[in-house]
């Protein structure tokens, strides 16, 4: 499996246009007046895991960089001033391309890889935490896909829930029918994950992963110290479930459980959730509601796009996944939606 090395067609564009020096000139465009929130995961070796490589969002080294060109070319913000702007009704004066940096899950490496990078910036950022995994070594759904997958003793076999489906791995690369089984379970028909998980570990002729006497999640006391150190910790469900797949009530005890859990560990009522996977079909108006029954007064998607002024809707704030991409695209990328907002190549 190759990370380092970005193939496409975007990403050689990328690159000739920073070669060529017209990125330069982007960046010496004045900035369009919106909101971009940067959607990190997990922060290291992508090949060093047993698990799922596609959480890794970008190494130790890539991440210093694309925090020193953000900070450079955009004006940083906390989640606190995205509420401020919601709450007064009002767009910030300053014409700039704003930039929150956002983290999903509370993986360790967020606190031993990314919150001491974030720090020496002086970048503040927001970690999302599912809070039944605080402290665990829990292996979550997509990271059980992968590790049956890479433990398969077939190379080819079929599955049927909730669709049939044939992996190859035989003709075609792991990363590819990672993608497929992983999409699959997120499907809004998907209602029986742990049937899903049992049919595929029983084609794989593997062993589910259990419970890692390592510890794979931020603790509190670690949460605690980002909290103290100007980083803010919100809400990303209890358990982590697509909330599209769950009866309204059973995502309102979702919502209530990790809210409750961070006010009565850290003092302070969240106020701001991620969706878990954050596809169009992966909350519903349904999901909003319960959302604001549950005290949140905004919520942050994960299907890509900028946010312009005035913020249209606070349950659904688009954010930006980082991840694959070379320092030169990641600046193509920043520099043209910091230009003209809601570009995003």
Not at 116 to 141: E, M, N
Not at 291 to 305: E, H, L
Request: aromatic content about 10%; hydrophobic content about 40%.
């Amino acid at each position: 499996m190759e990370f380092t090395a970005r193939i496409g067609k975007r990403e050689g564009l990328a690159r000739s246009i920073a070669r060529s020096g017209a990125l330069g000139l982007i960046e010496r465009l004045p900035a369009s007046r919106t909101l971009l929130a940067l959607n990190y995961h997990r922060i290291g070796d992508p090949l060093s895991t047993p698990y799922d490589p596609t959480v890794y969002s970008a190494t130790a080294n890539e991440l210093r960089l694309q925090m020193e060109y953000v900070s450079r070319h955009c004006t940083v913000i906390s989640v606190s001033e995205v509420l401020r702007w919601l709450e007064e009704g009002n767009p910030p004066a300053k014409r700039a391309c704003y930039a929150l940096i956002t983290f999903d899950d509370a993986y360790l490496d967020n606190y031993e890889i990314a919150f001491p990078i974030l720090k020496s910036i002086g970048i503040p950022a927001v970690f999302f935490v599912p809070t039944a995994f605080i402290g665990t070594g829990r292996v979550p759904w997509w990271d059980a896909i992968a590790f049956l997958l890479k433990n398969s003793r077939r190379r080819i076999f079929p599955l049927a829930y909730p669709t049939m489906i044939k992996i190859d791995l035989e003709s075609n690369p792991l990363l590819l029918e990672l993608s497929r089984l992983l999409a699959m379970y997120k499907q809004p028909s998907m209602t029986d994950g742990e049937r899903f998980l049992s049919e595929l570990a029983e084609a794989c002729e593997a062993s589910l992963p259990g419970v890692s006497a390592e510890r794979s999640f931020c603790n509190w006391l670690e949460l605690r110290q980002m909290l103290d150190a100007g980083m803010a910790v919100e809400a990303h469900t209890h358990t982590h479930p697509i909330l599209s797949q769950l009866p309204e009530d059973q995502q309102q005890i979702e919502l209530a459980t990790c809210s409750n859990l961070i006010k009565e560990r850290l003092g302070l009522a969240p106020r701001t959730l991620a969706y878990p996977v954050g596809m169009h079909s992966s909350f519903t108006e349904a999901t909003k509601h319960a959302a604001t029954r549950a005290g949140f007064k905004a919520a942050f998607s994960f299907y890509g796009g900028m946010n312009s002024f005035p913020l249209r809707d606070p349950l659904d704030l688009r954010r930006e996944a980082v991840g694959y991409q070379s320092i030169e695209r990641f600046r193509s990328q920043v520099a043209t939606g910091r230009a003209w907002g809601g570009i995003w190549p």
